[in-house]
C-alpha cells in the first residue's frame, strides 16, 4: 500500500539522520519542470530557500539512485560554495585549479570534481534507499551538514540539510514563507510543513524545530515526479 505523503516525509526525515541531536514565492508554471537559479557564494540562512533546489530534484527524480545523487550535490549551492571554499584555501598563487580564468570554469571543474568523489566516498544503501551524508565544518555557511538520498524504485528525490545553532528560527521561517499547511508536534520537535505541487511534480519542504527555544534544527525536501497522463505521483 502507498504511503501517505506525510507519513513518508517523516520516515525520510528519520532514515537520514537521528533526532539526537535535537535539544508566496509563486509556484512554477505548471506546464513545465523547475527553471534553474543561481546565488551567492556565501549563503546565509536568510539567503536560503528550499525552492531554489526544486530545479535539481526534479531532475534527479528521474534518474538512477547515484546519478540522482550527483545531479542534487552537485547543484547545491550550499555544497558548492563549502567546496569552493575549501579548494580556495588550499591554493598556492598560480596554481591549479586556482589559475584565474575569467569565467571561474577552472574551479567549478575542480568542485564538480571534489563533489563527484564525495559521492564515491559516501553512498551507501539501506532499506531500499541511496544515500549520501557530508558534513559542513566550515563558515559562514548556515548549516553542519547536508543529506541527499532516493528510494531504488520510485521517481522522488530528498535532500536534507541541518542548521546550524541559533541560525534561523520559526519566526523567520514564517516571515519568508508565510504559515505552514500543517504543523506536526512530537514528544521532542515540531515540524512545519510547506508544499508546492504542479502537473509535473509534488514537492514539500518539513522544517524541523525545537519547541523549547524555537529554532530551526532540520529542512528536509522531496520531490515527487508525475504520471504524466494521471498527473499522480503514482507511490
Not at 512530537?186 to 512545519?192: E, T
Request: charged share 25%.
Amino acid at each position: 500500500m502507498a504511503m501517505k505523503p506525510m507519513i513518508c516525509l517523516v520516515m525520510m526525515s528519520l532514515l537520514l539522520s537521528g533526532f539526537a541531536a535535537l535539544g508566496s514565492r509563486a509556484a512554477s508554471s505548471d506546464n513545465s519542470q523547475p527553471s534553474s537559479t543561481s546565488g551567492p557564494v556565501e549563503l546565509s540562512a536568510d539567503d536560503f530557500d528550499w525552492r531554489d533546489m526544486l530545479p535539481s530534484l526534479y531532475e534527479a527524480a528521474g534518474l538512477p539512485a547515484e546519478e540522482g545523487i550527483k545531479e542534487m550535490l552537485e547543484n547545491s549551492r550550499v555544497l558548492r560554495a563549502y567546496v569552493a571554499t575549501d579548494i580556495q584555501a588550499q591554493c598556492k598563487p598560480g596554481a591549479q585549479p586556482c589559475g584565474t580564468k575569467s569565467d571561474g570554469s577552472m574551479l567549478q571543474a575542480a568542485e564538480t570534481r571534489e563533489i563527484d568523489e564525495i559521492v564515491r566516498e559516501g553512498i551507501f544503501r539501506r532499506h531500499k534507499i541511496t544515500r549520501v551524508d557530508y558534513p559542513l565544518t566550515g563558515q559562514p555557511f548556515p548549516f553542519t551538514s547536508i543529506a541527499a538520498a532516493k528510494t531504488q524504485k520510485h521517481r522522488d528525490a530528498y535532500l536534507v540539510l541541518d542548521f546550524t545553532e541559533h541560525s534561523y528560527t520559526a519566526a523567520q521561517l514564517q516571515e519568508k514563507y508565510g504559515a505552514p499547511y500543517d504543523t506536526i508536534i512530537f514528544q521532542w520537535f515540531s515540524m512545519y510543513k510547506y508544499r508546492l505541487d504542479t502537473k509535473t511534480y509534488a514537492a514539500r519542504a518539513a522544517f524541523t524545530i525545537n519547541p523549547v527555544d524555537g529554532e530551526v534544527r532540520r529542512v528536509t525536501i522531496s520531490l515527487k515526479r508525475k504520471d504524466r497522463a494521471t498527473g499522480s505521483t503514482g507511490n
